[in-house]
């Protein structure tokens, strides 16, 4: 049987912006590491992209798309040994689409993100019995 635990913490938190032609997620982990982040999230963006790479809901490869595109949202949990990103972008006749953000995703214009961490946790991610896949596990520092 799998149980929900709940876990509270103090939070304190990161600007960053990106510039154009960066790779986001060689960034996001470029920060992770040199701030040490145990368990941060993506508390806001606002951006643009020209490439993006998206994997779609029940897929497993990865589209790559190239244009215009405004980021409508990131999300998502980051720790020292990875992340889980969820990407939703327009394209410039307002057209969404959105799924789990890959490694390609380059800066167009700029990427302005402000990084929640909570300081008294740390996430990993573990294999889950119930989905199949490496699911996020909290602890306490």
Do not use: K
């Not at 040199?34 to 941060?40: D, E, I, M, P, V």
């Not at 040994?81 to 953000?101: F, I």
């Not at 294999?127 to 699911?135: K, L």
């Amino acid at each position: 049987m799998v149980t929900c635990t709940s876990h509270a913490s103090e939070a304190r938190f990161h600007a960053l912006r990106l510039l154009p032609g960066q790779e986001v997620f060689s960034r996001l982990h470029d920060f992770v590491q040199q701030h040490q982040l145990h368990a941060a999230w993506i508390a806001g963006c606002t951006g643009s992209l020209t490439n993006i790479a998206l994997r779609f809901a029940g897929q497993e490869e990865t589209t790559l798309l190239t244009g215009t595109w405004e980021i409508i949202s990131l999300n998502g949990t980051l720790d020292l040994t990875g992340e889980h990103l969820h990407l939703a972008v327009s394209d410039p006749q307002g057209a969404m689409l959105g799924g789990h953000m890959m490694a390609g995703c380059t800066v167009r214009t700029t990427l302005e993100l402000v990084i929640g961490e909570l300081t008294g946790l740390a996430f990993s991610r573990q294999p889950c019995v119930v989905s199949g896949y490496d699911e996020l596990v909290i602890t306490s520092r």
